[in-house]
């Protein structure tokens, strides 16, 4: 995106022109409708043609039983507080990255352009709604509030503007009398990410409702103790302020996945209530036991289901597809003693070969096992990767 014009002010012109009184007061008029019309021009293309030349990632997520899965980053930043780029763009950015729903999280501090900000805390979500509606994306109202290094983001809210400059605790009480969600941003950026007295007494007064376990490049997996122990939802979101490029699997931002009924707005802040989300991030995935089993059963074929070996036949295979975006680090945790097989990454979206033999002693006739595989980057909590079954029929003659 082209920078917006230089400031030209009243010295600028003088200097340049070596003109003064009225004469400088019709250049300086004419040179300020110029600079305005211009601004005008730029904000107008920056909003309404966004879409040119983006192309959509699918990011294919499977749905788990009951809900759909929505892929969604809810903190952001623009040129409004302390970020790069206008909030249109923002909206364009995510959904190019394949996502459902956004949150443009501004501070409530402000920051650059506040002439054109005028104080309307309000106006980023405002700007970027028309481009959210016609690609058909969520846009959460949102803001960011901060007190030295504790940040909290506030979905689902009303006004910024009545929380412009607050303190956090005196902010969330005014955001939660809003009706807003509530959760902890970078609980590690700075310091040790452990719970602190002012965290702790936000959510004695119930103002948090999730944190973040991970934020932008910063993860922090001791933290998913938290999820259960307190109650909270787990977030994975970039705090993207630069220029976001184009994503792929070793790029990827961060991502929270929320499981909803509805796929509106409605759905998304029960979702957030019910605590039905999990982080993404790369390769990684955090989340309850039955969230992440739901993603592996939805994403996992096998075929065939069925083996045969025979005396003289004792090695087979069968393939595995990945029809997610998400890998899956497997290792076989334990199988009959009599069956091998080779496991190892499932890329996202690939179809993986895996030779399967059987020994020498192995029992003849038809037999039902349950492969238990380890699923390494699936983390149902610190240290515990999720286990699966891999069903398959073996017959031996």
């Known amino acids: 995106m082209s920078p917006l014009p230089k400031r030209i002010d009243n010295h600028d012109i003088e200097t340049r022109t070596g003109t003064s009184g009225l004469a400088r007061g019709k250049i300086t008029s004419s040179m300020n409708k110029r600079t305005a019309s211009l601004l005008s021009c730029v904000l107008l293309i920056v909003m309404a043609a966004p879409v040119l030349a983006q192309v959509r990632d699918p990011l294919p997520v499977p749905d788990i039983r009951g809900y759909r899965t929505l892929k969604c980053d809810f903190h952001i930043h623009t040129v409004f507080s302390d970020g790069q780029v206008w909030p249109p763009a923002r909206v364009v950015e995510a959904w190019r990255d394949g996502l459902d729903a956004v949150a443009i999280t501004d501070h409530s501090g402000g920051g650059r352009n506040k002439e054109i900000l005028k104080n309307d805390l309000n106006l980023p979500h405002a700007l970027a709604r028309p481009t959210a509606d016609q690609l058909g994306m969520l846009l959460v109202p949102g803001v960011e509030v901060a007190q030295g290094l504790t940040h909290c983001n506030a979905l689902f809210i009303k006004d910024a503007n009545e929380v412009s400059g607050m303190q956090v605790l005196p902010a969330l009480r005014k955001l ?8 902890w941003n970078h609980p590690g950026w700075r310091r040790p990410a452990i719970w602190y007295p002012d965290i702790d007494a936000a959510y004695n007064e119930k103002l948090i409702d999730g944190f973040e376990i991970v934020n932008g490049s910063e993860i922090y997996p001791d933290t998913q103790t938290w999820s259960e122990e307190k109650k909270l939802a787990l977030f994975a979101n970039s705090d993207m302020h630069a220029t976001m490029e184009p994503q792929d699997a070793r790029t990827r931002r961060p ?8 796929a509106d707005l409605a759905g998304l802040r029960e979702a957030l209530d019910a605590r039905r989300t999990v982080a993404w991030y790369r390769d990684d995935v ?3 036991e039955d969230f992440l089993r739901g993603l592996w059963q939805g994403a996992v074929k096998v075929e065939p289901g069925r083996l045969a070996f025979s005396q003289q036949v004792r090695r087979s295979g069968i393939r595995i597809a990945n029809t997610s975006a998400i890998p899956f680090q497997v290792k076989v945790k334990s199988a009959p003693a009599w069956l091998s097989l080779n496991a190892g990454t499932l890329p996202g979206q690939r179809v993986v070969s895996v030779p399967v033999s059987a020994a020498k002693d192995a029992p003849a006739g038809e037999h039902r096992v349950e492969v238990v595989l380890e699923v390494a980057n699936l983390h149902t909590a610190p240290g515990k990767p999720l286990t699966a079954t891999l069903p398959l029929t073996v017959t031996v003659e």
């Open 176 to 183: 939660r009398a809003q009706g807003a969600y509530l959760f």
């Open 286 to 288: 955090w989340g309850a």
């Open 255 to 262: 991502i929270t996945l929320v499981f909803v009924r509805t």
